[in-house]
């Protein structure tokens, strides 16, 4: 499997405060199953570019290093979660910040700040450079939660959706964990990946997550939880294309 989404990276930004904690995130991944993770530190100013390159990159080759002598099979690529402030709507150059070198960027806003034409905003300055948008967590927003149509409305205009294991497992919250299965029912769901901060909670544990989910049977087509760890993260490292899904049009809100 392939986490594309995870903060691993040592003392960057929220996510593993030690290299310590970084070792054992990557230590517990590949034991859950993983092959690669795109390592995704939150880039919070898109003006200071260069300098958080130069410190992901120190980063990825330090534990891909670390990751060979301990002869642990688990490949570390760069990324970003890039936080979509005000700065972005005067276009910054974001292939930088793609996933693995690929030409999918991984963003998210304010949680509560966020309204949907904000987002489709930053969704077409995104494909005006030819990137495709994967946008985090879809299932936090406040804009999103008060109408889960508004999934179908950026869908409509190219974006892709990444949920959190954990929000299927209900560690993120109820109403954030029935819209995550509302969309991987329906389908509306790309790539699912661990966000992953810690070592205890919120960690790189995947087949721990999908067991969680399982046990709980909180009515997720566990069918459909596996190819969205492989297939379309596979075809991002890959640099292949990943289809954009059609989907019904989601109920307005449960809550
Ligand atoms: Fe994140």
């Known amino acids: 499997m392939i986490d594309i989404h995870a903060h691993i990276l040592p003392q960057i930004d929220d996510g593993a405060q030690t290299k310590t904690m970084s070792f054992q995130m990557c230590e517990m991944a590949a034991k859950s199953g993983v092959s690669d993770i795109i390592a995704t530190p939150h880039m919070l100013d898109l003006y200071a ?24 099979a688990l490949r570390i ?3 970003a979660e890039v936080y ?50 994967v946008l985090a967590h879809p299932e936090r927003y406040r804009f999103t939660l008060s109408d889960y149509q508004n999934i179908n409305r950026l869908a409509e205009c190219g974006v892709l959706f990444q949920c959190n294991l954990g929000s299927l497992t209900g560690e993120l919250g109820k109403r954030e964990s029935v819209l995550a299965r509302e969309m991987l029912n ?25 067991e969680d989910i399982k046990e709980k049977k909180k009515k997720v087509d566990y069918t459909k939880l596996k190819p969205l760890l492989t297939d379309n993260p596979m075809k991002i490292i890959r640099g292949e294309r990943v289809e954009n899904p059609s989907f019904a049009t989601l109920k307005k809100k449960l809550f």
Do not use: C, W
Not at 49 to 72: C, P, S, T, Y
Not at 186 to 210: K, P, Q, W, Y
């Open 84 to 133: 979509a402030s005000q700065d972005i709507l005067y276009a910054p150059d974001l292939k930088p910040y793609t996933l693995a070198g690929s030409r999918y960027l991984l963003f998210e806003f304010d949680f509560a700040q966020a309204t949907l034409h904000y987002a489709k905003e930053v969704a077409s300055i995104i494909l005006s450079q030819d990137l495709i948008p």
């Open 77 to 79: 690529h760069k990324g």
């Open 49 to 72: 570019g260069d300098e958080f390159a130069q410190k992901v990159n120190a980063r990825v080759d330090f534990l891909n290093r670390l990751m060979e002598e301990k002869g642990i």
């Open 186 to 210: 329906a389908g509306a769901v790309s790539f699912l990946a661990t966000d992953a901060h810690r070592v205890e909670f919120r960690n790189t544990d995947i087949n721990g997550m999908i």
